[in-house]
């Protein structure tokens, strides 16, 4: 196991799902963590407190990331609070299902800004804590949805393939400065994000109806996926652990896709809605 111990790591969006396992990972492997939230202070707390269990430092900030002033002072209280930002994951995000002619100017405003400029605002803030010190990993969380478009998901796919753009834009620039960026492109993760389109499922598709949430679960994961389950939020955790460690020194610019195999099936996320 790659160790983090000595390093400081802000995390967004990370009171629940893949930002809470991060969180904890890295937590785990001794890196202090900043855990980001914007609505859900009870559950960033808890995380903050378990992660602590492992020894290290663990604080909360409220922001929203979507506003460049609160990304900043997301930025400088960890500096402050840490001392550092060595490691900073963009995680914060939302997912609204909406077809083309349903997406409204604010929808679209919506995720646009919290998907894809909330990414650009922290890491412009971050980066020059990493520079001075020579030495960053950014790891910016996407999705399938980013590398191939689904219908029902058209702003939620331009902004996580804007991110994908981004962290290869950042690559570029921050390389002559020791610093790595990448990015992590999750499938259906078993998370309340996930579980939300299984939900749906069994609302709206008759192949679905009358189904439990575990049976459900199961029999969509066995059409639109090789392994036959969902990603756990602790597999994509480990991924970007292991990105923000030494050992991924020579990792920069790269797009890793987390799936249990469901791009390779073809399907559409959304098909049987």
């Not at 802000?10 to 009171?15: A, K, Y």
């Not at 904890?24 to 378990?50: S, T």
């Not at 796919?157 to 960026?181: D, F, R, Y």
């Not at 896709?257 to 996320?269: F, H, N, R, S, Y």
């Given at each position: ?83 550092s930002i060595d490691i900073l994951v963009n995680n914060a995000g939302q997912g609204i299902a909406a077809p083309l002619l349903s997406t409204d100017n604010e929808l679209w405003r919506r995720m646009i800004e919290t998907d894809l400029s ?95 949430l575990e049976e459900a679960k199961s029999r969509w994961a066995s059409r639109h996926t090789l392994l036959g389950r969902l990603v756990k939020p602790e597999e994509v955790a480990a991924l970007v652990a292991f990105l923000a460690s030494e ?27």
């Open positions: 196991m790659a160790s983090l111990a000595g390093r400081a790591a802000l995390i967004t969006g990370g009171s629940r799902g893949i930002g809470r396992a991060v969180a904890l990972e890295l937590a785990r492997r001794g890196a202090d963590v900043v855990v980001g939230f914007r609505r859900h202070g009870e559950e960033a707390r808890e995380v903050a407190q378990q992660a602590e269990s492992y020894g290290v430092k663990a604080i909360t900030v409220k922001a929203d990331v979507s506003n460049p002033s609160e990304a900043a002072y997301l930025v400088e209280t960890a500096k402050k609070e840490l001392g909330g990414v650009f605002y922290v890491s412009r803030e971050a980066a020059p804590h990493m520079i001075a010190r020579r030495w960053g990993r950014i790891i910016n969380i996407s999705s399938i949805a980013g590398v191939r478009a689904t219908p029902g998901l058209g702003a939620y796919s331009a902004a996580k393939a804007g991110v994908i753009a981004l962290t290869q834009t950042l690559a570029a620039e921050l390389a002559p400065h020791n610093i790595t960026a990448n990015a992590v492109c999750p499938g259906v993760v078993e998370t309340k994000m996930g579980l939300s389109l299984i939900e749906l499922l069994r609302r709206v598709s008759p192949s679905y109806a009358g189904l439990g050992e991924a020194g020579a990792i920069t610019g790269q797009t890793f896709i987390i799936d249990a195999g469901q791009l390779l099936v073809g399907g559409k996320m959304l098909e049987e809605l």
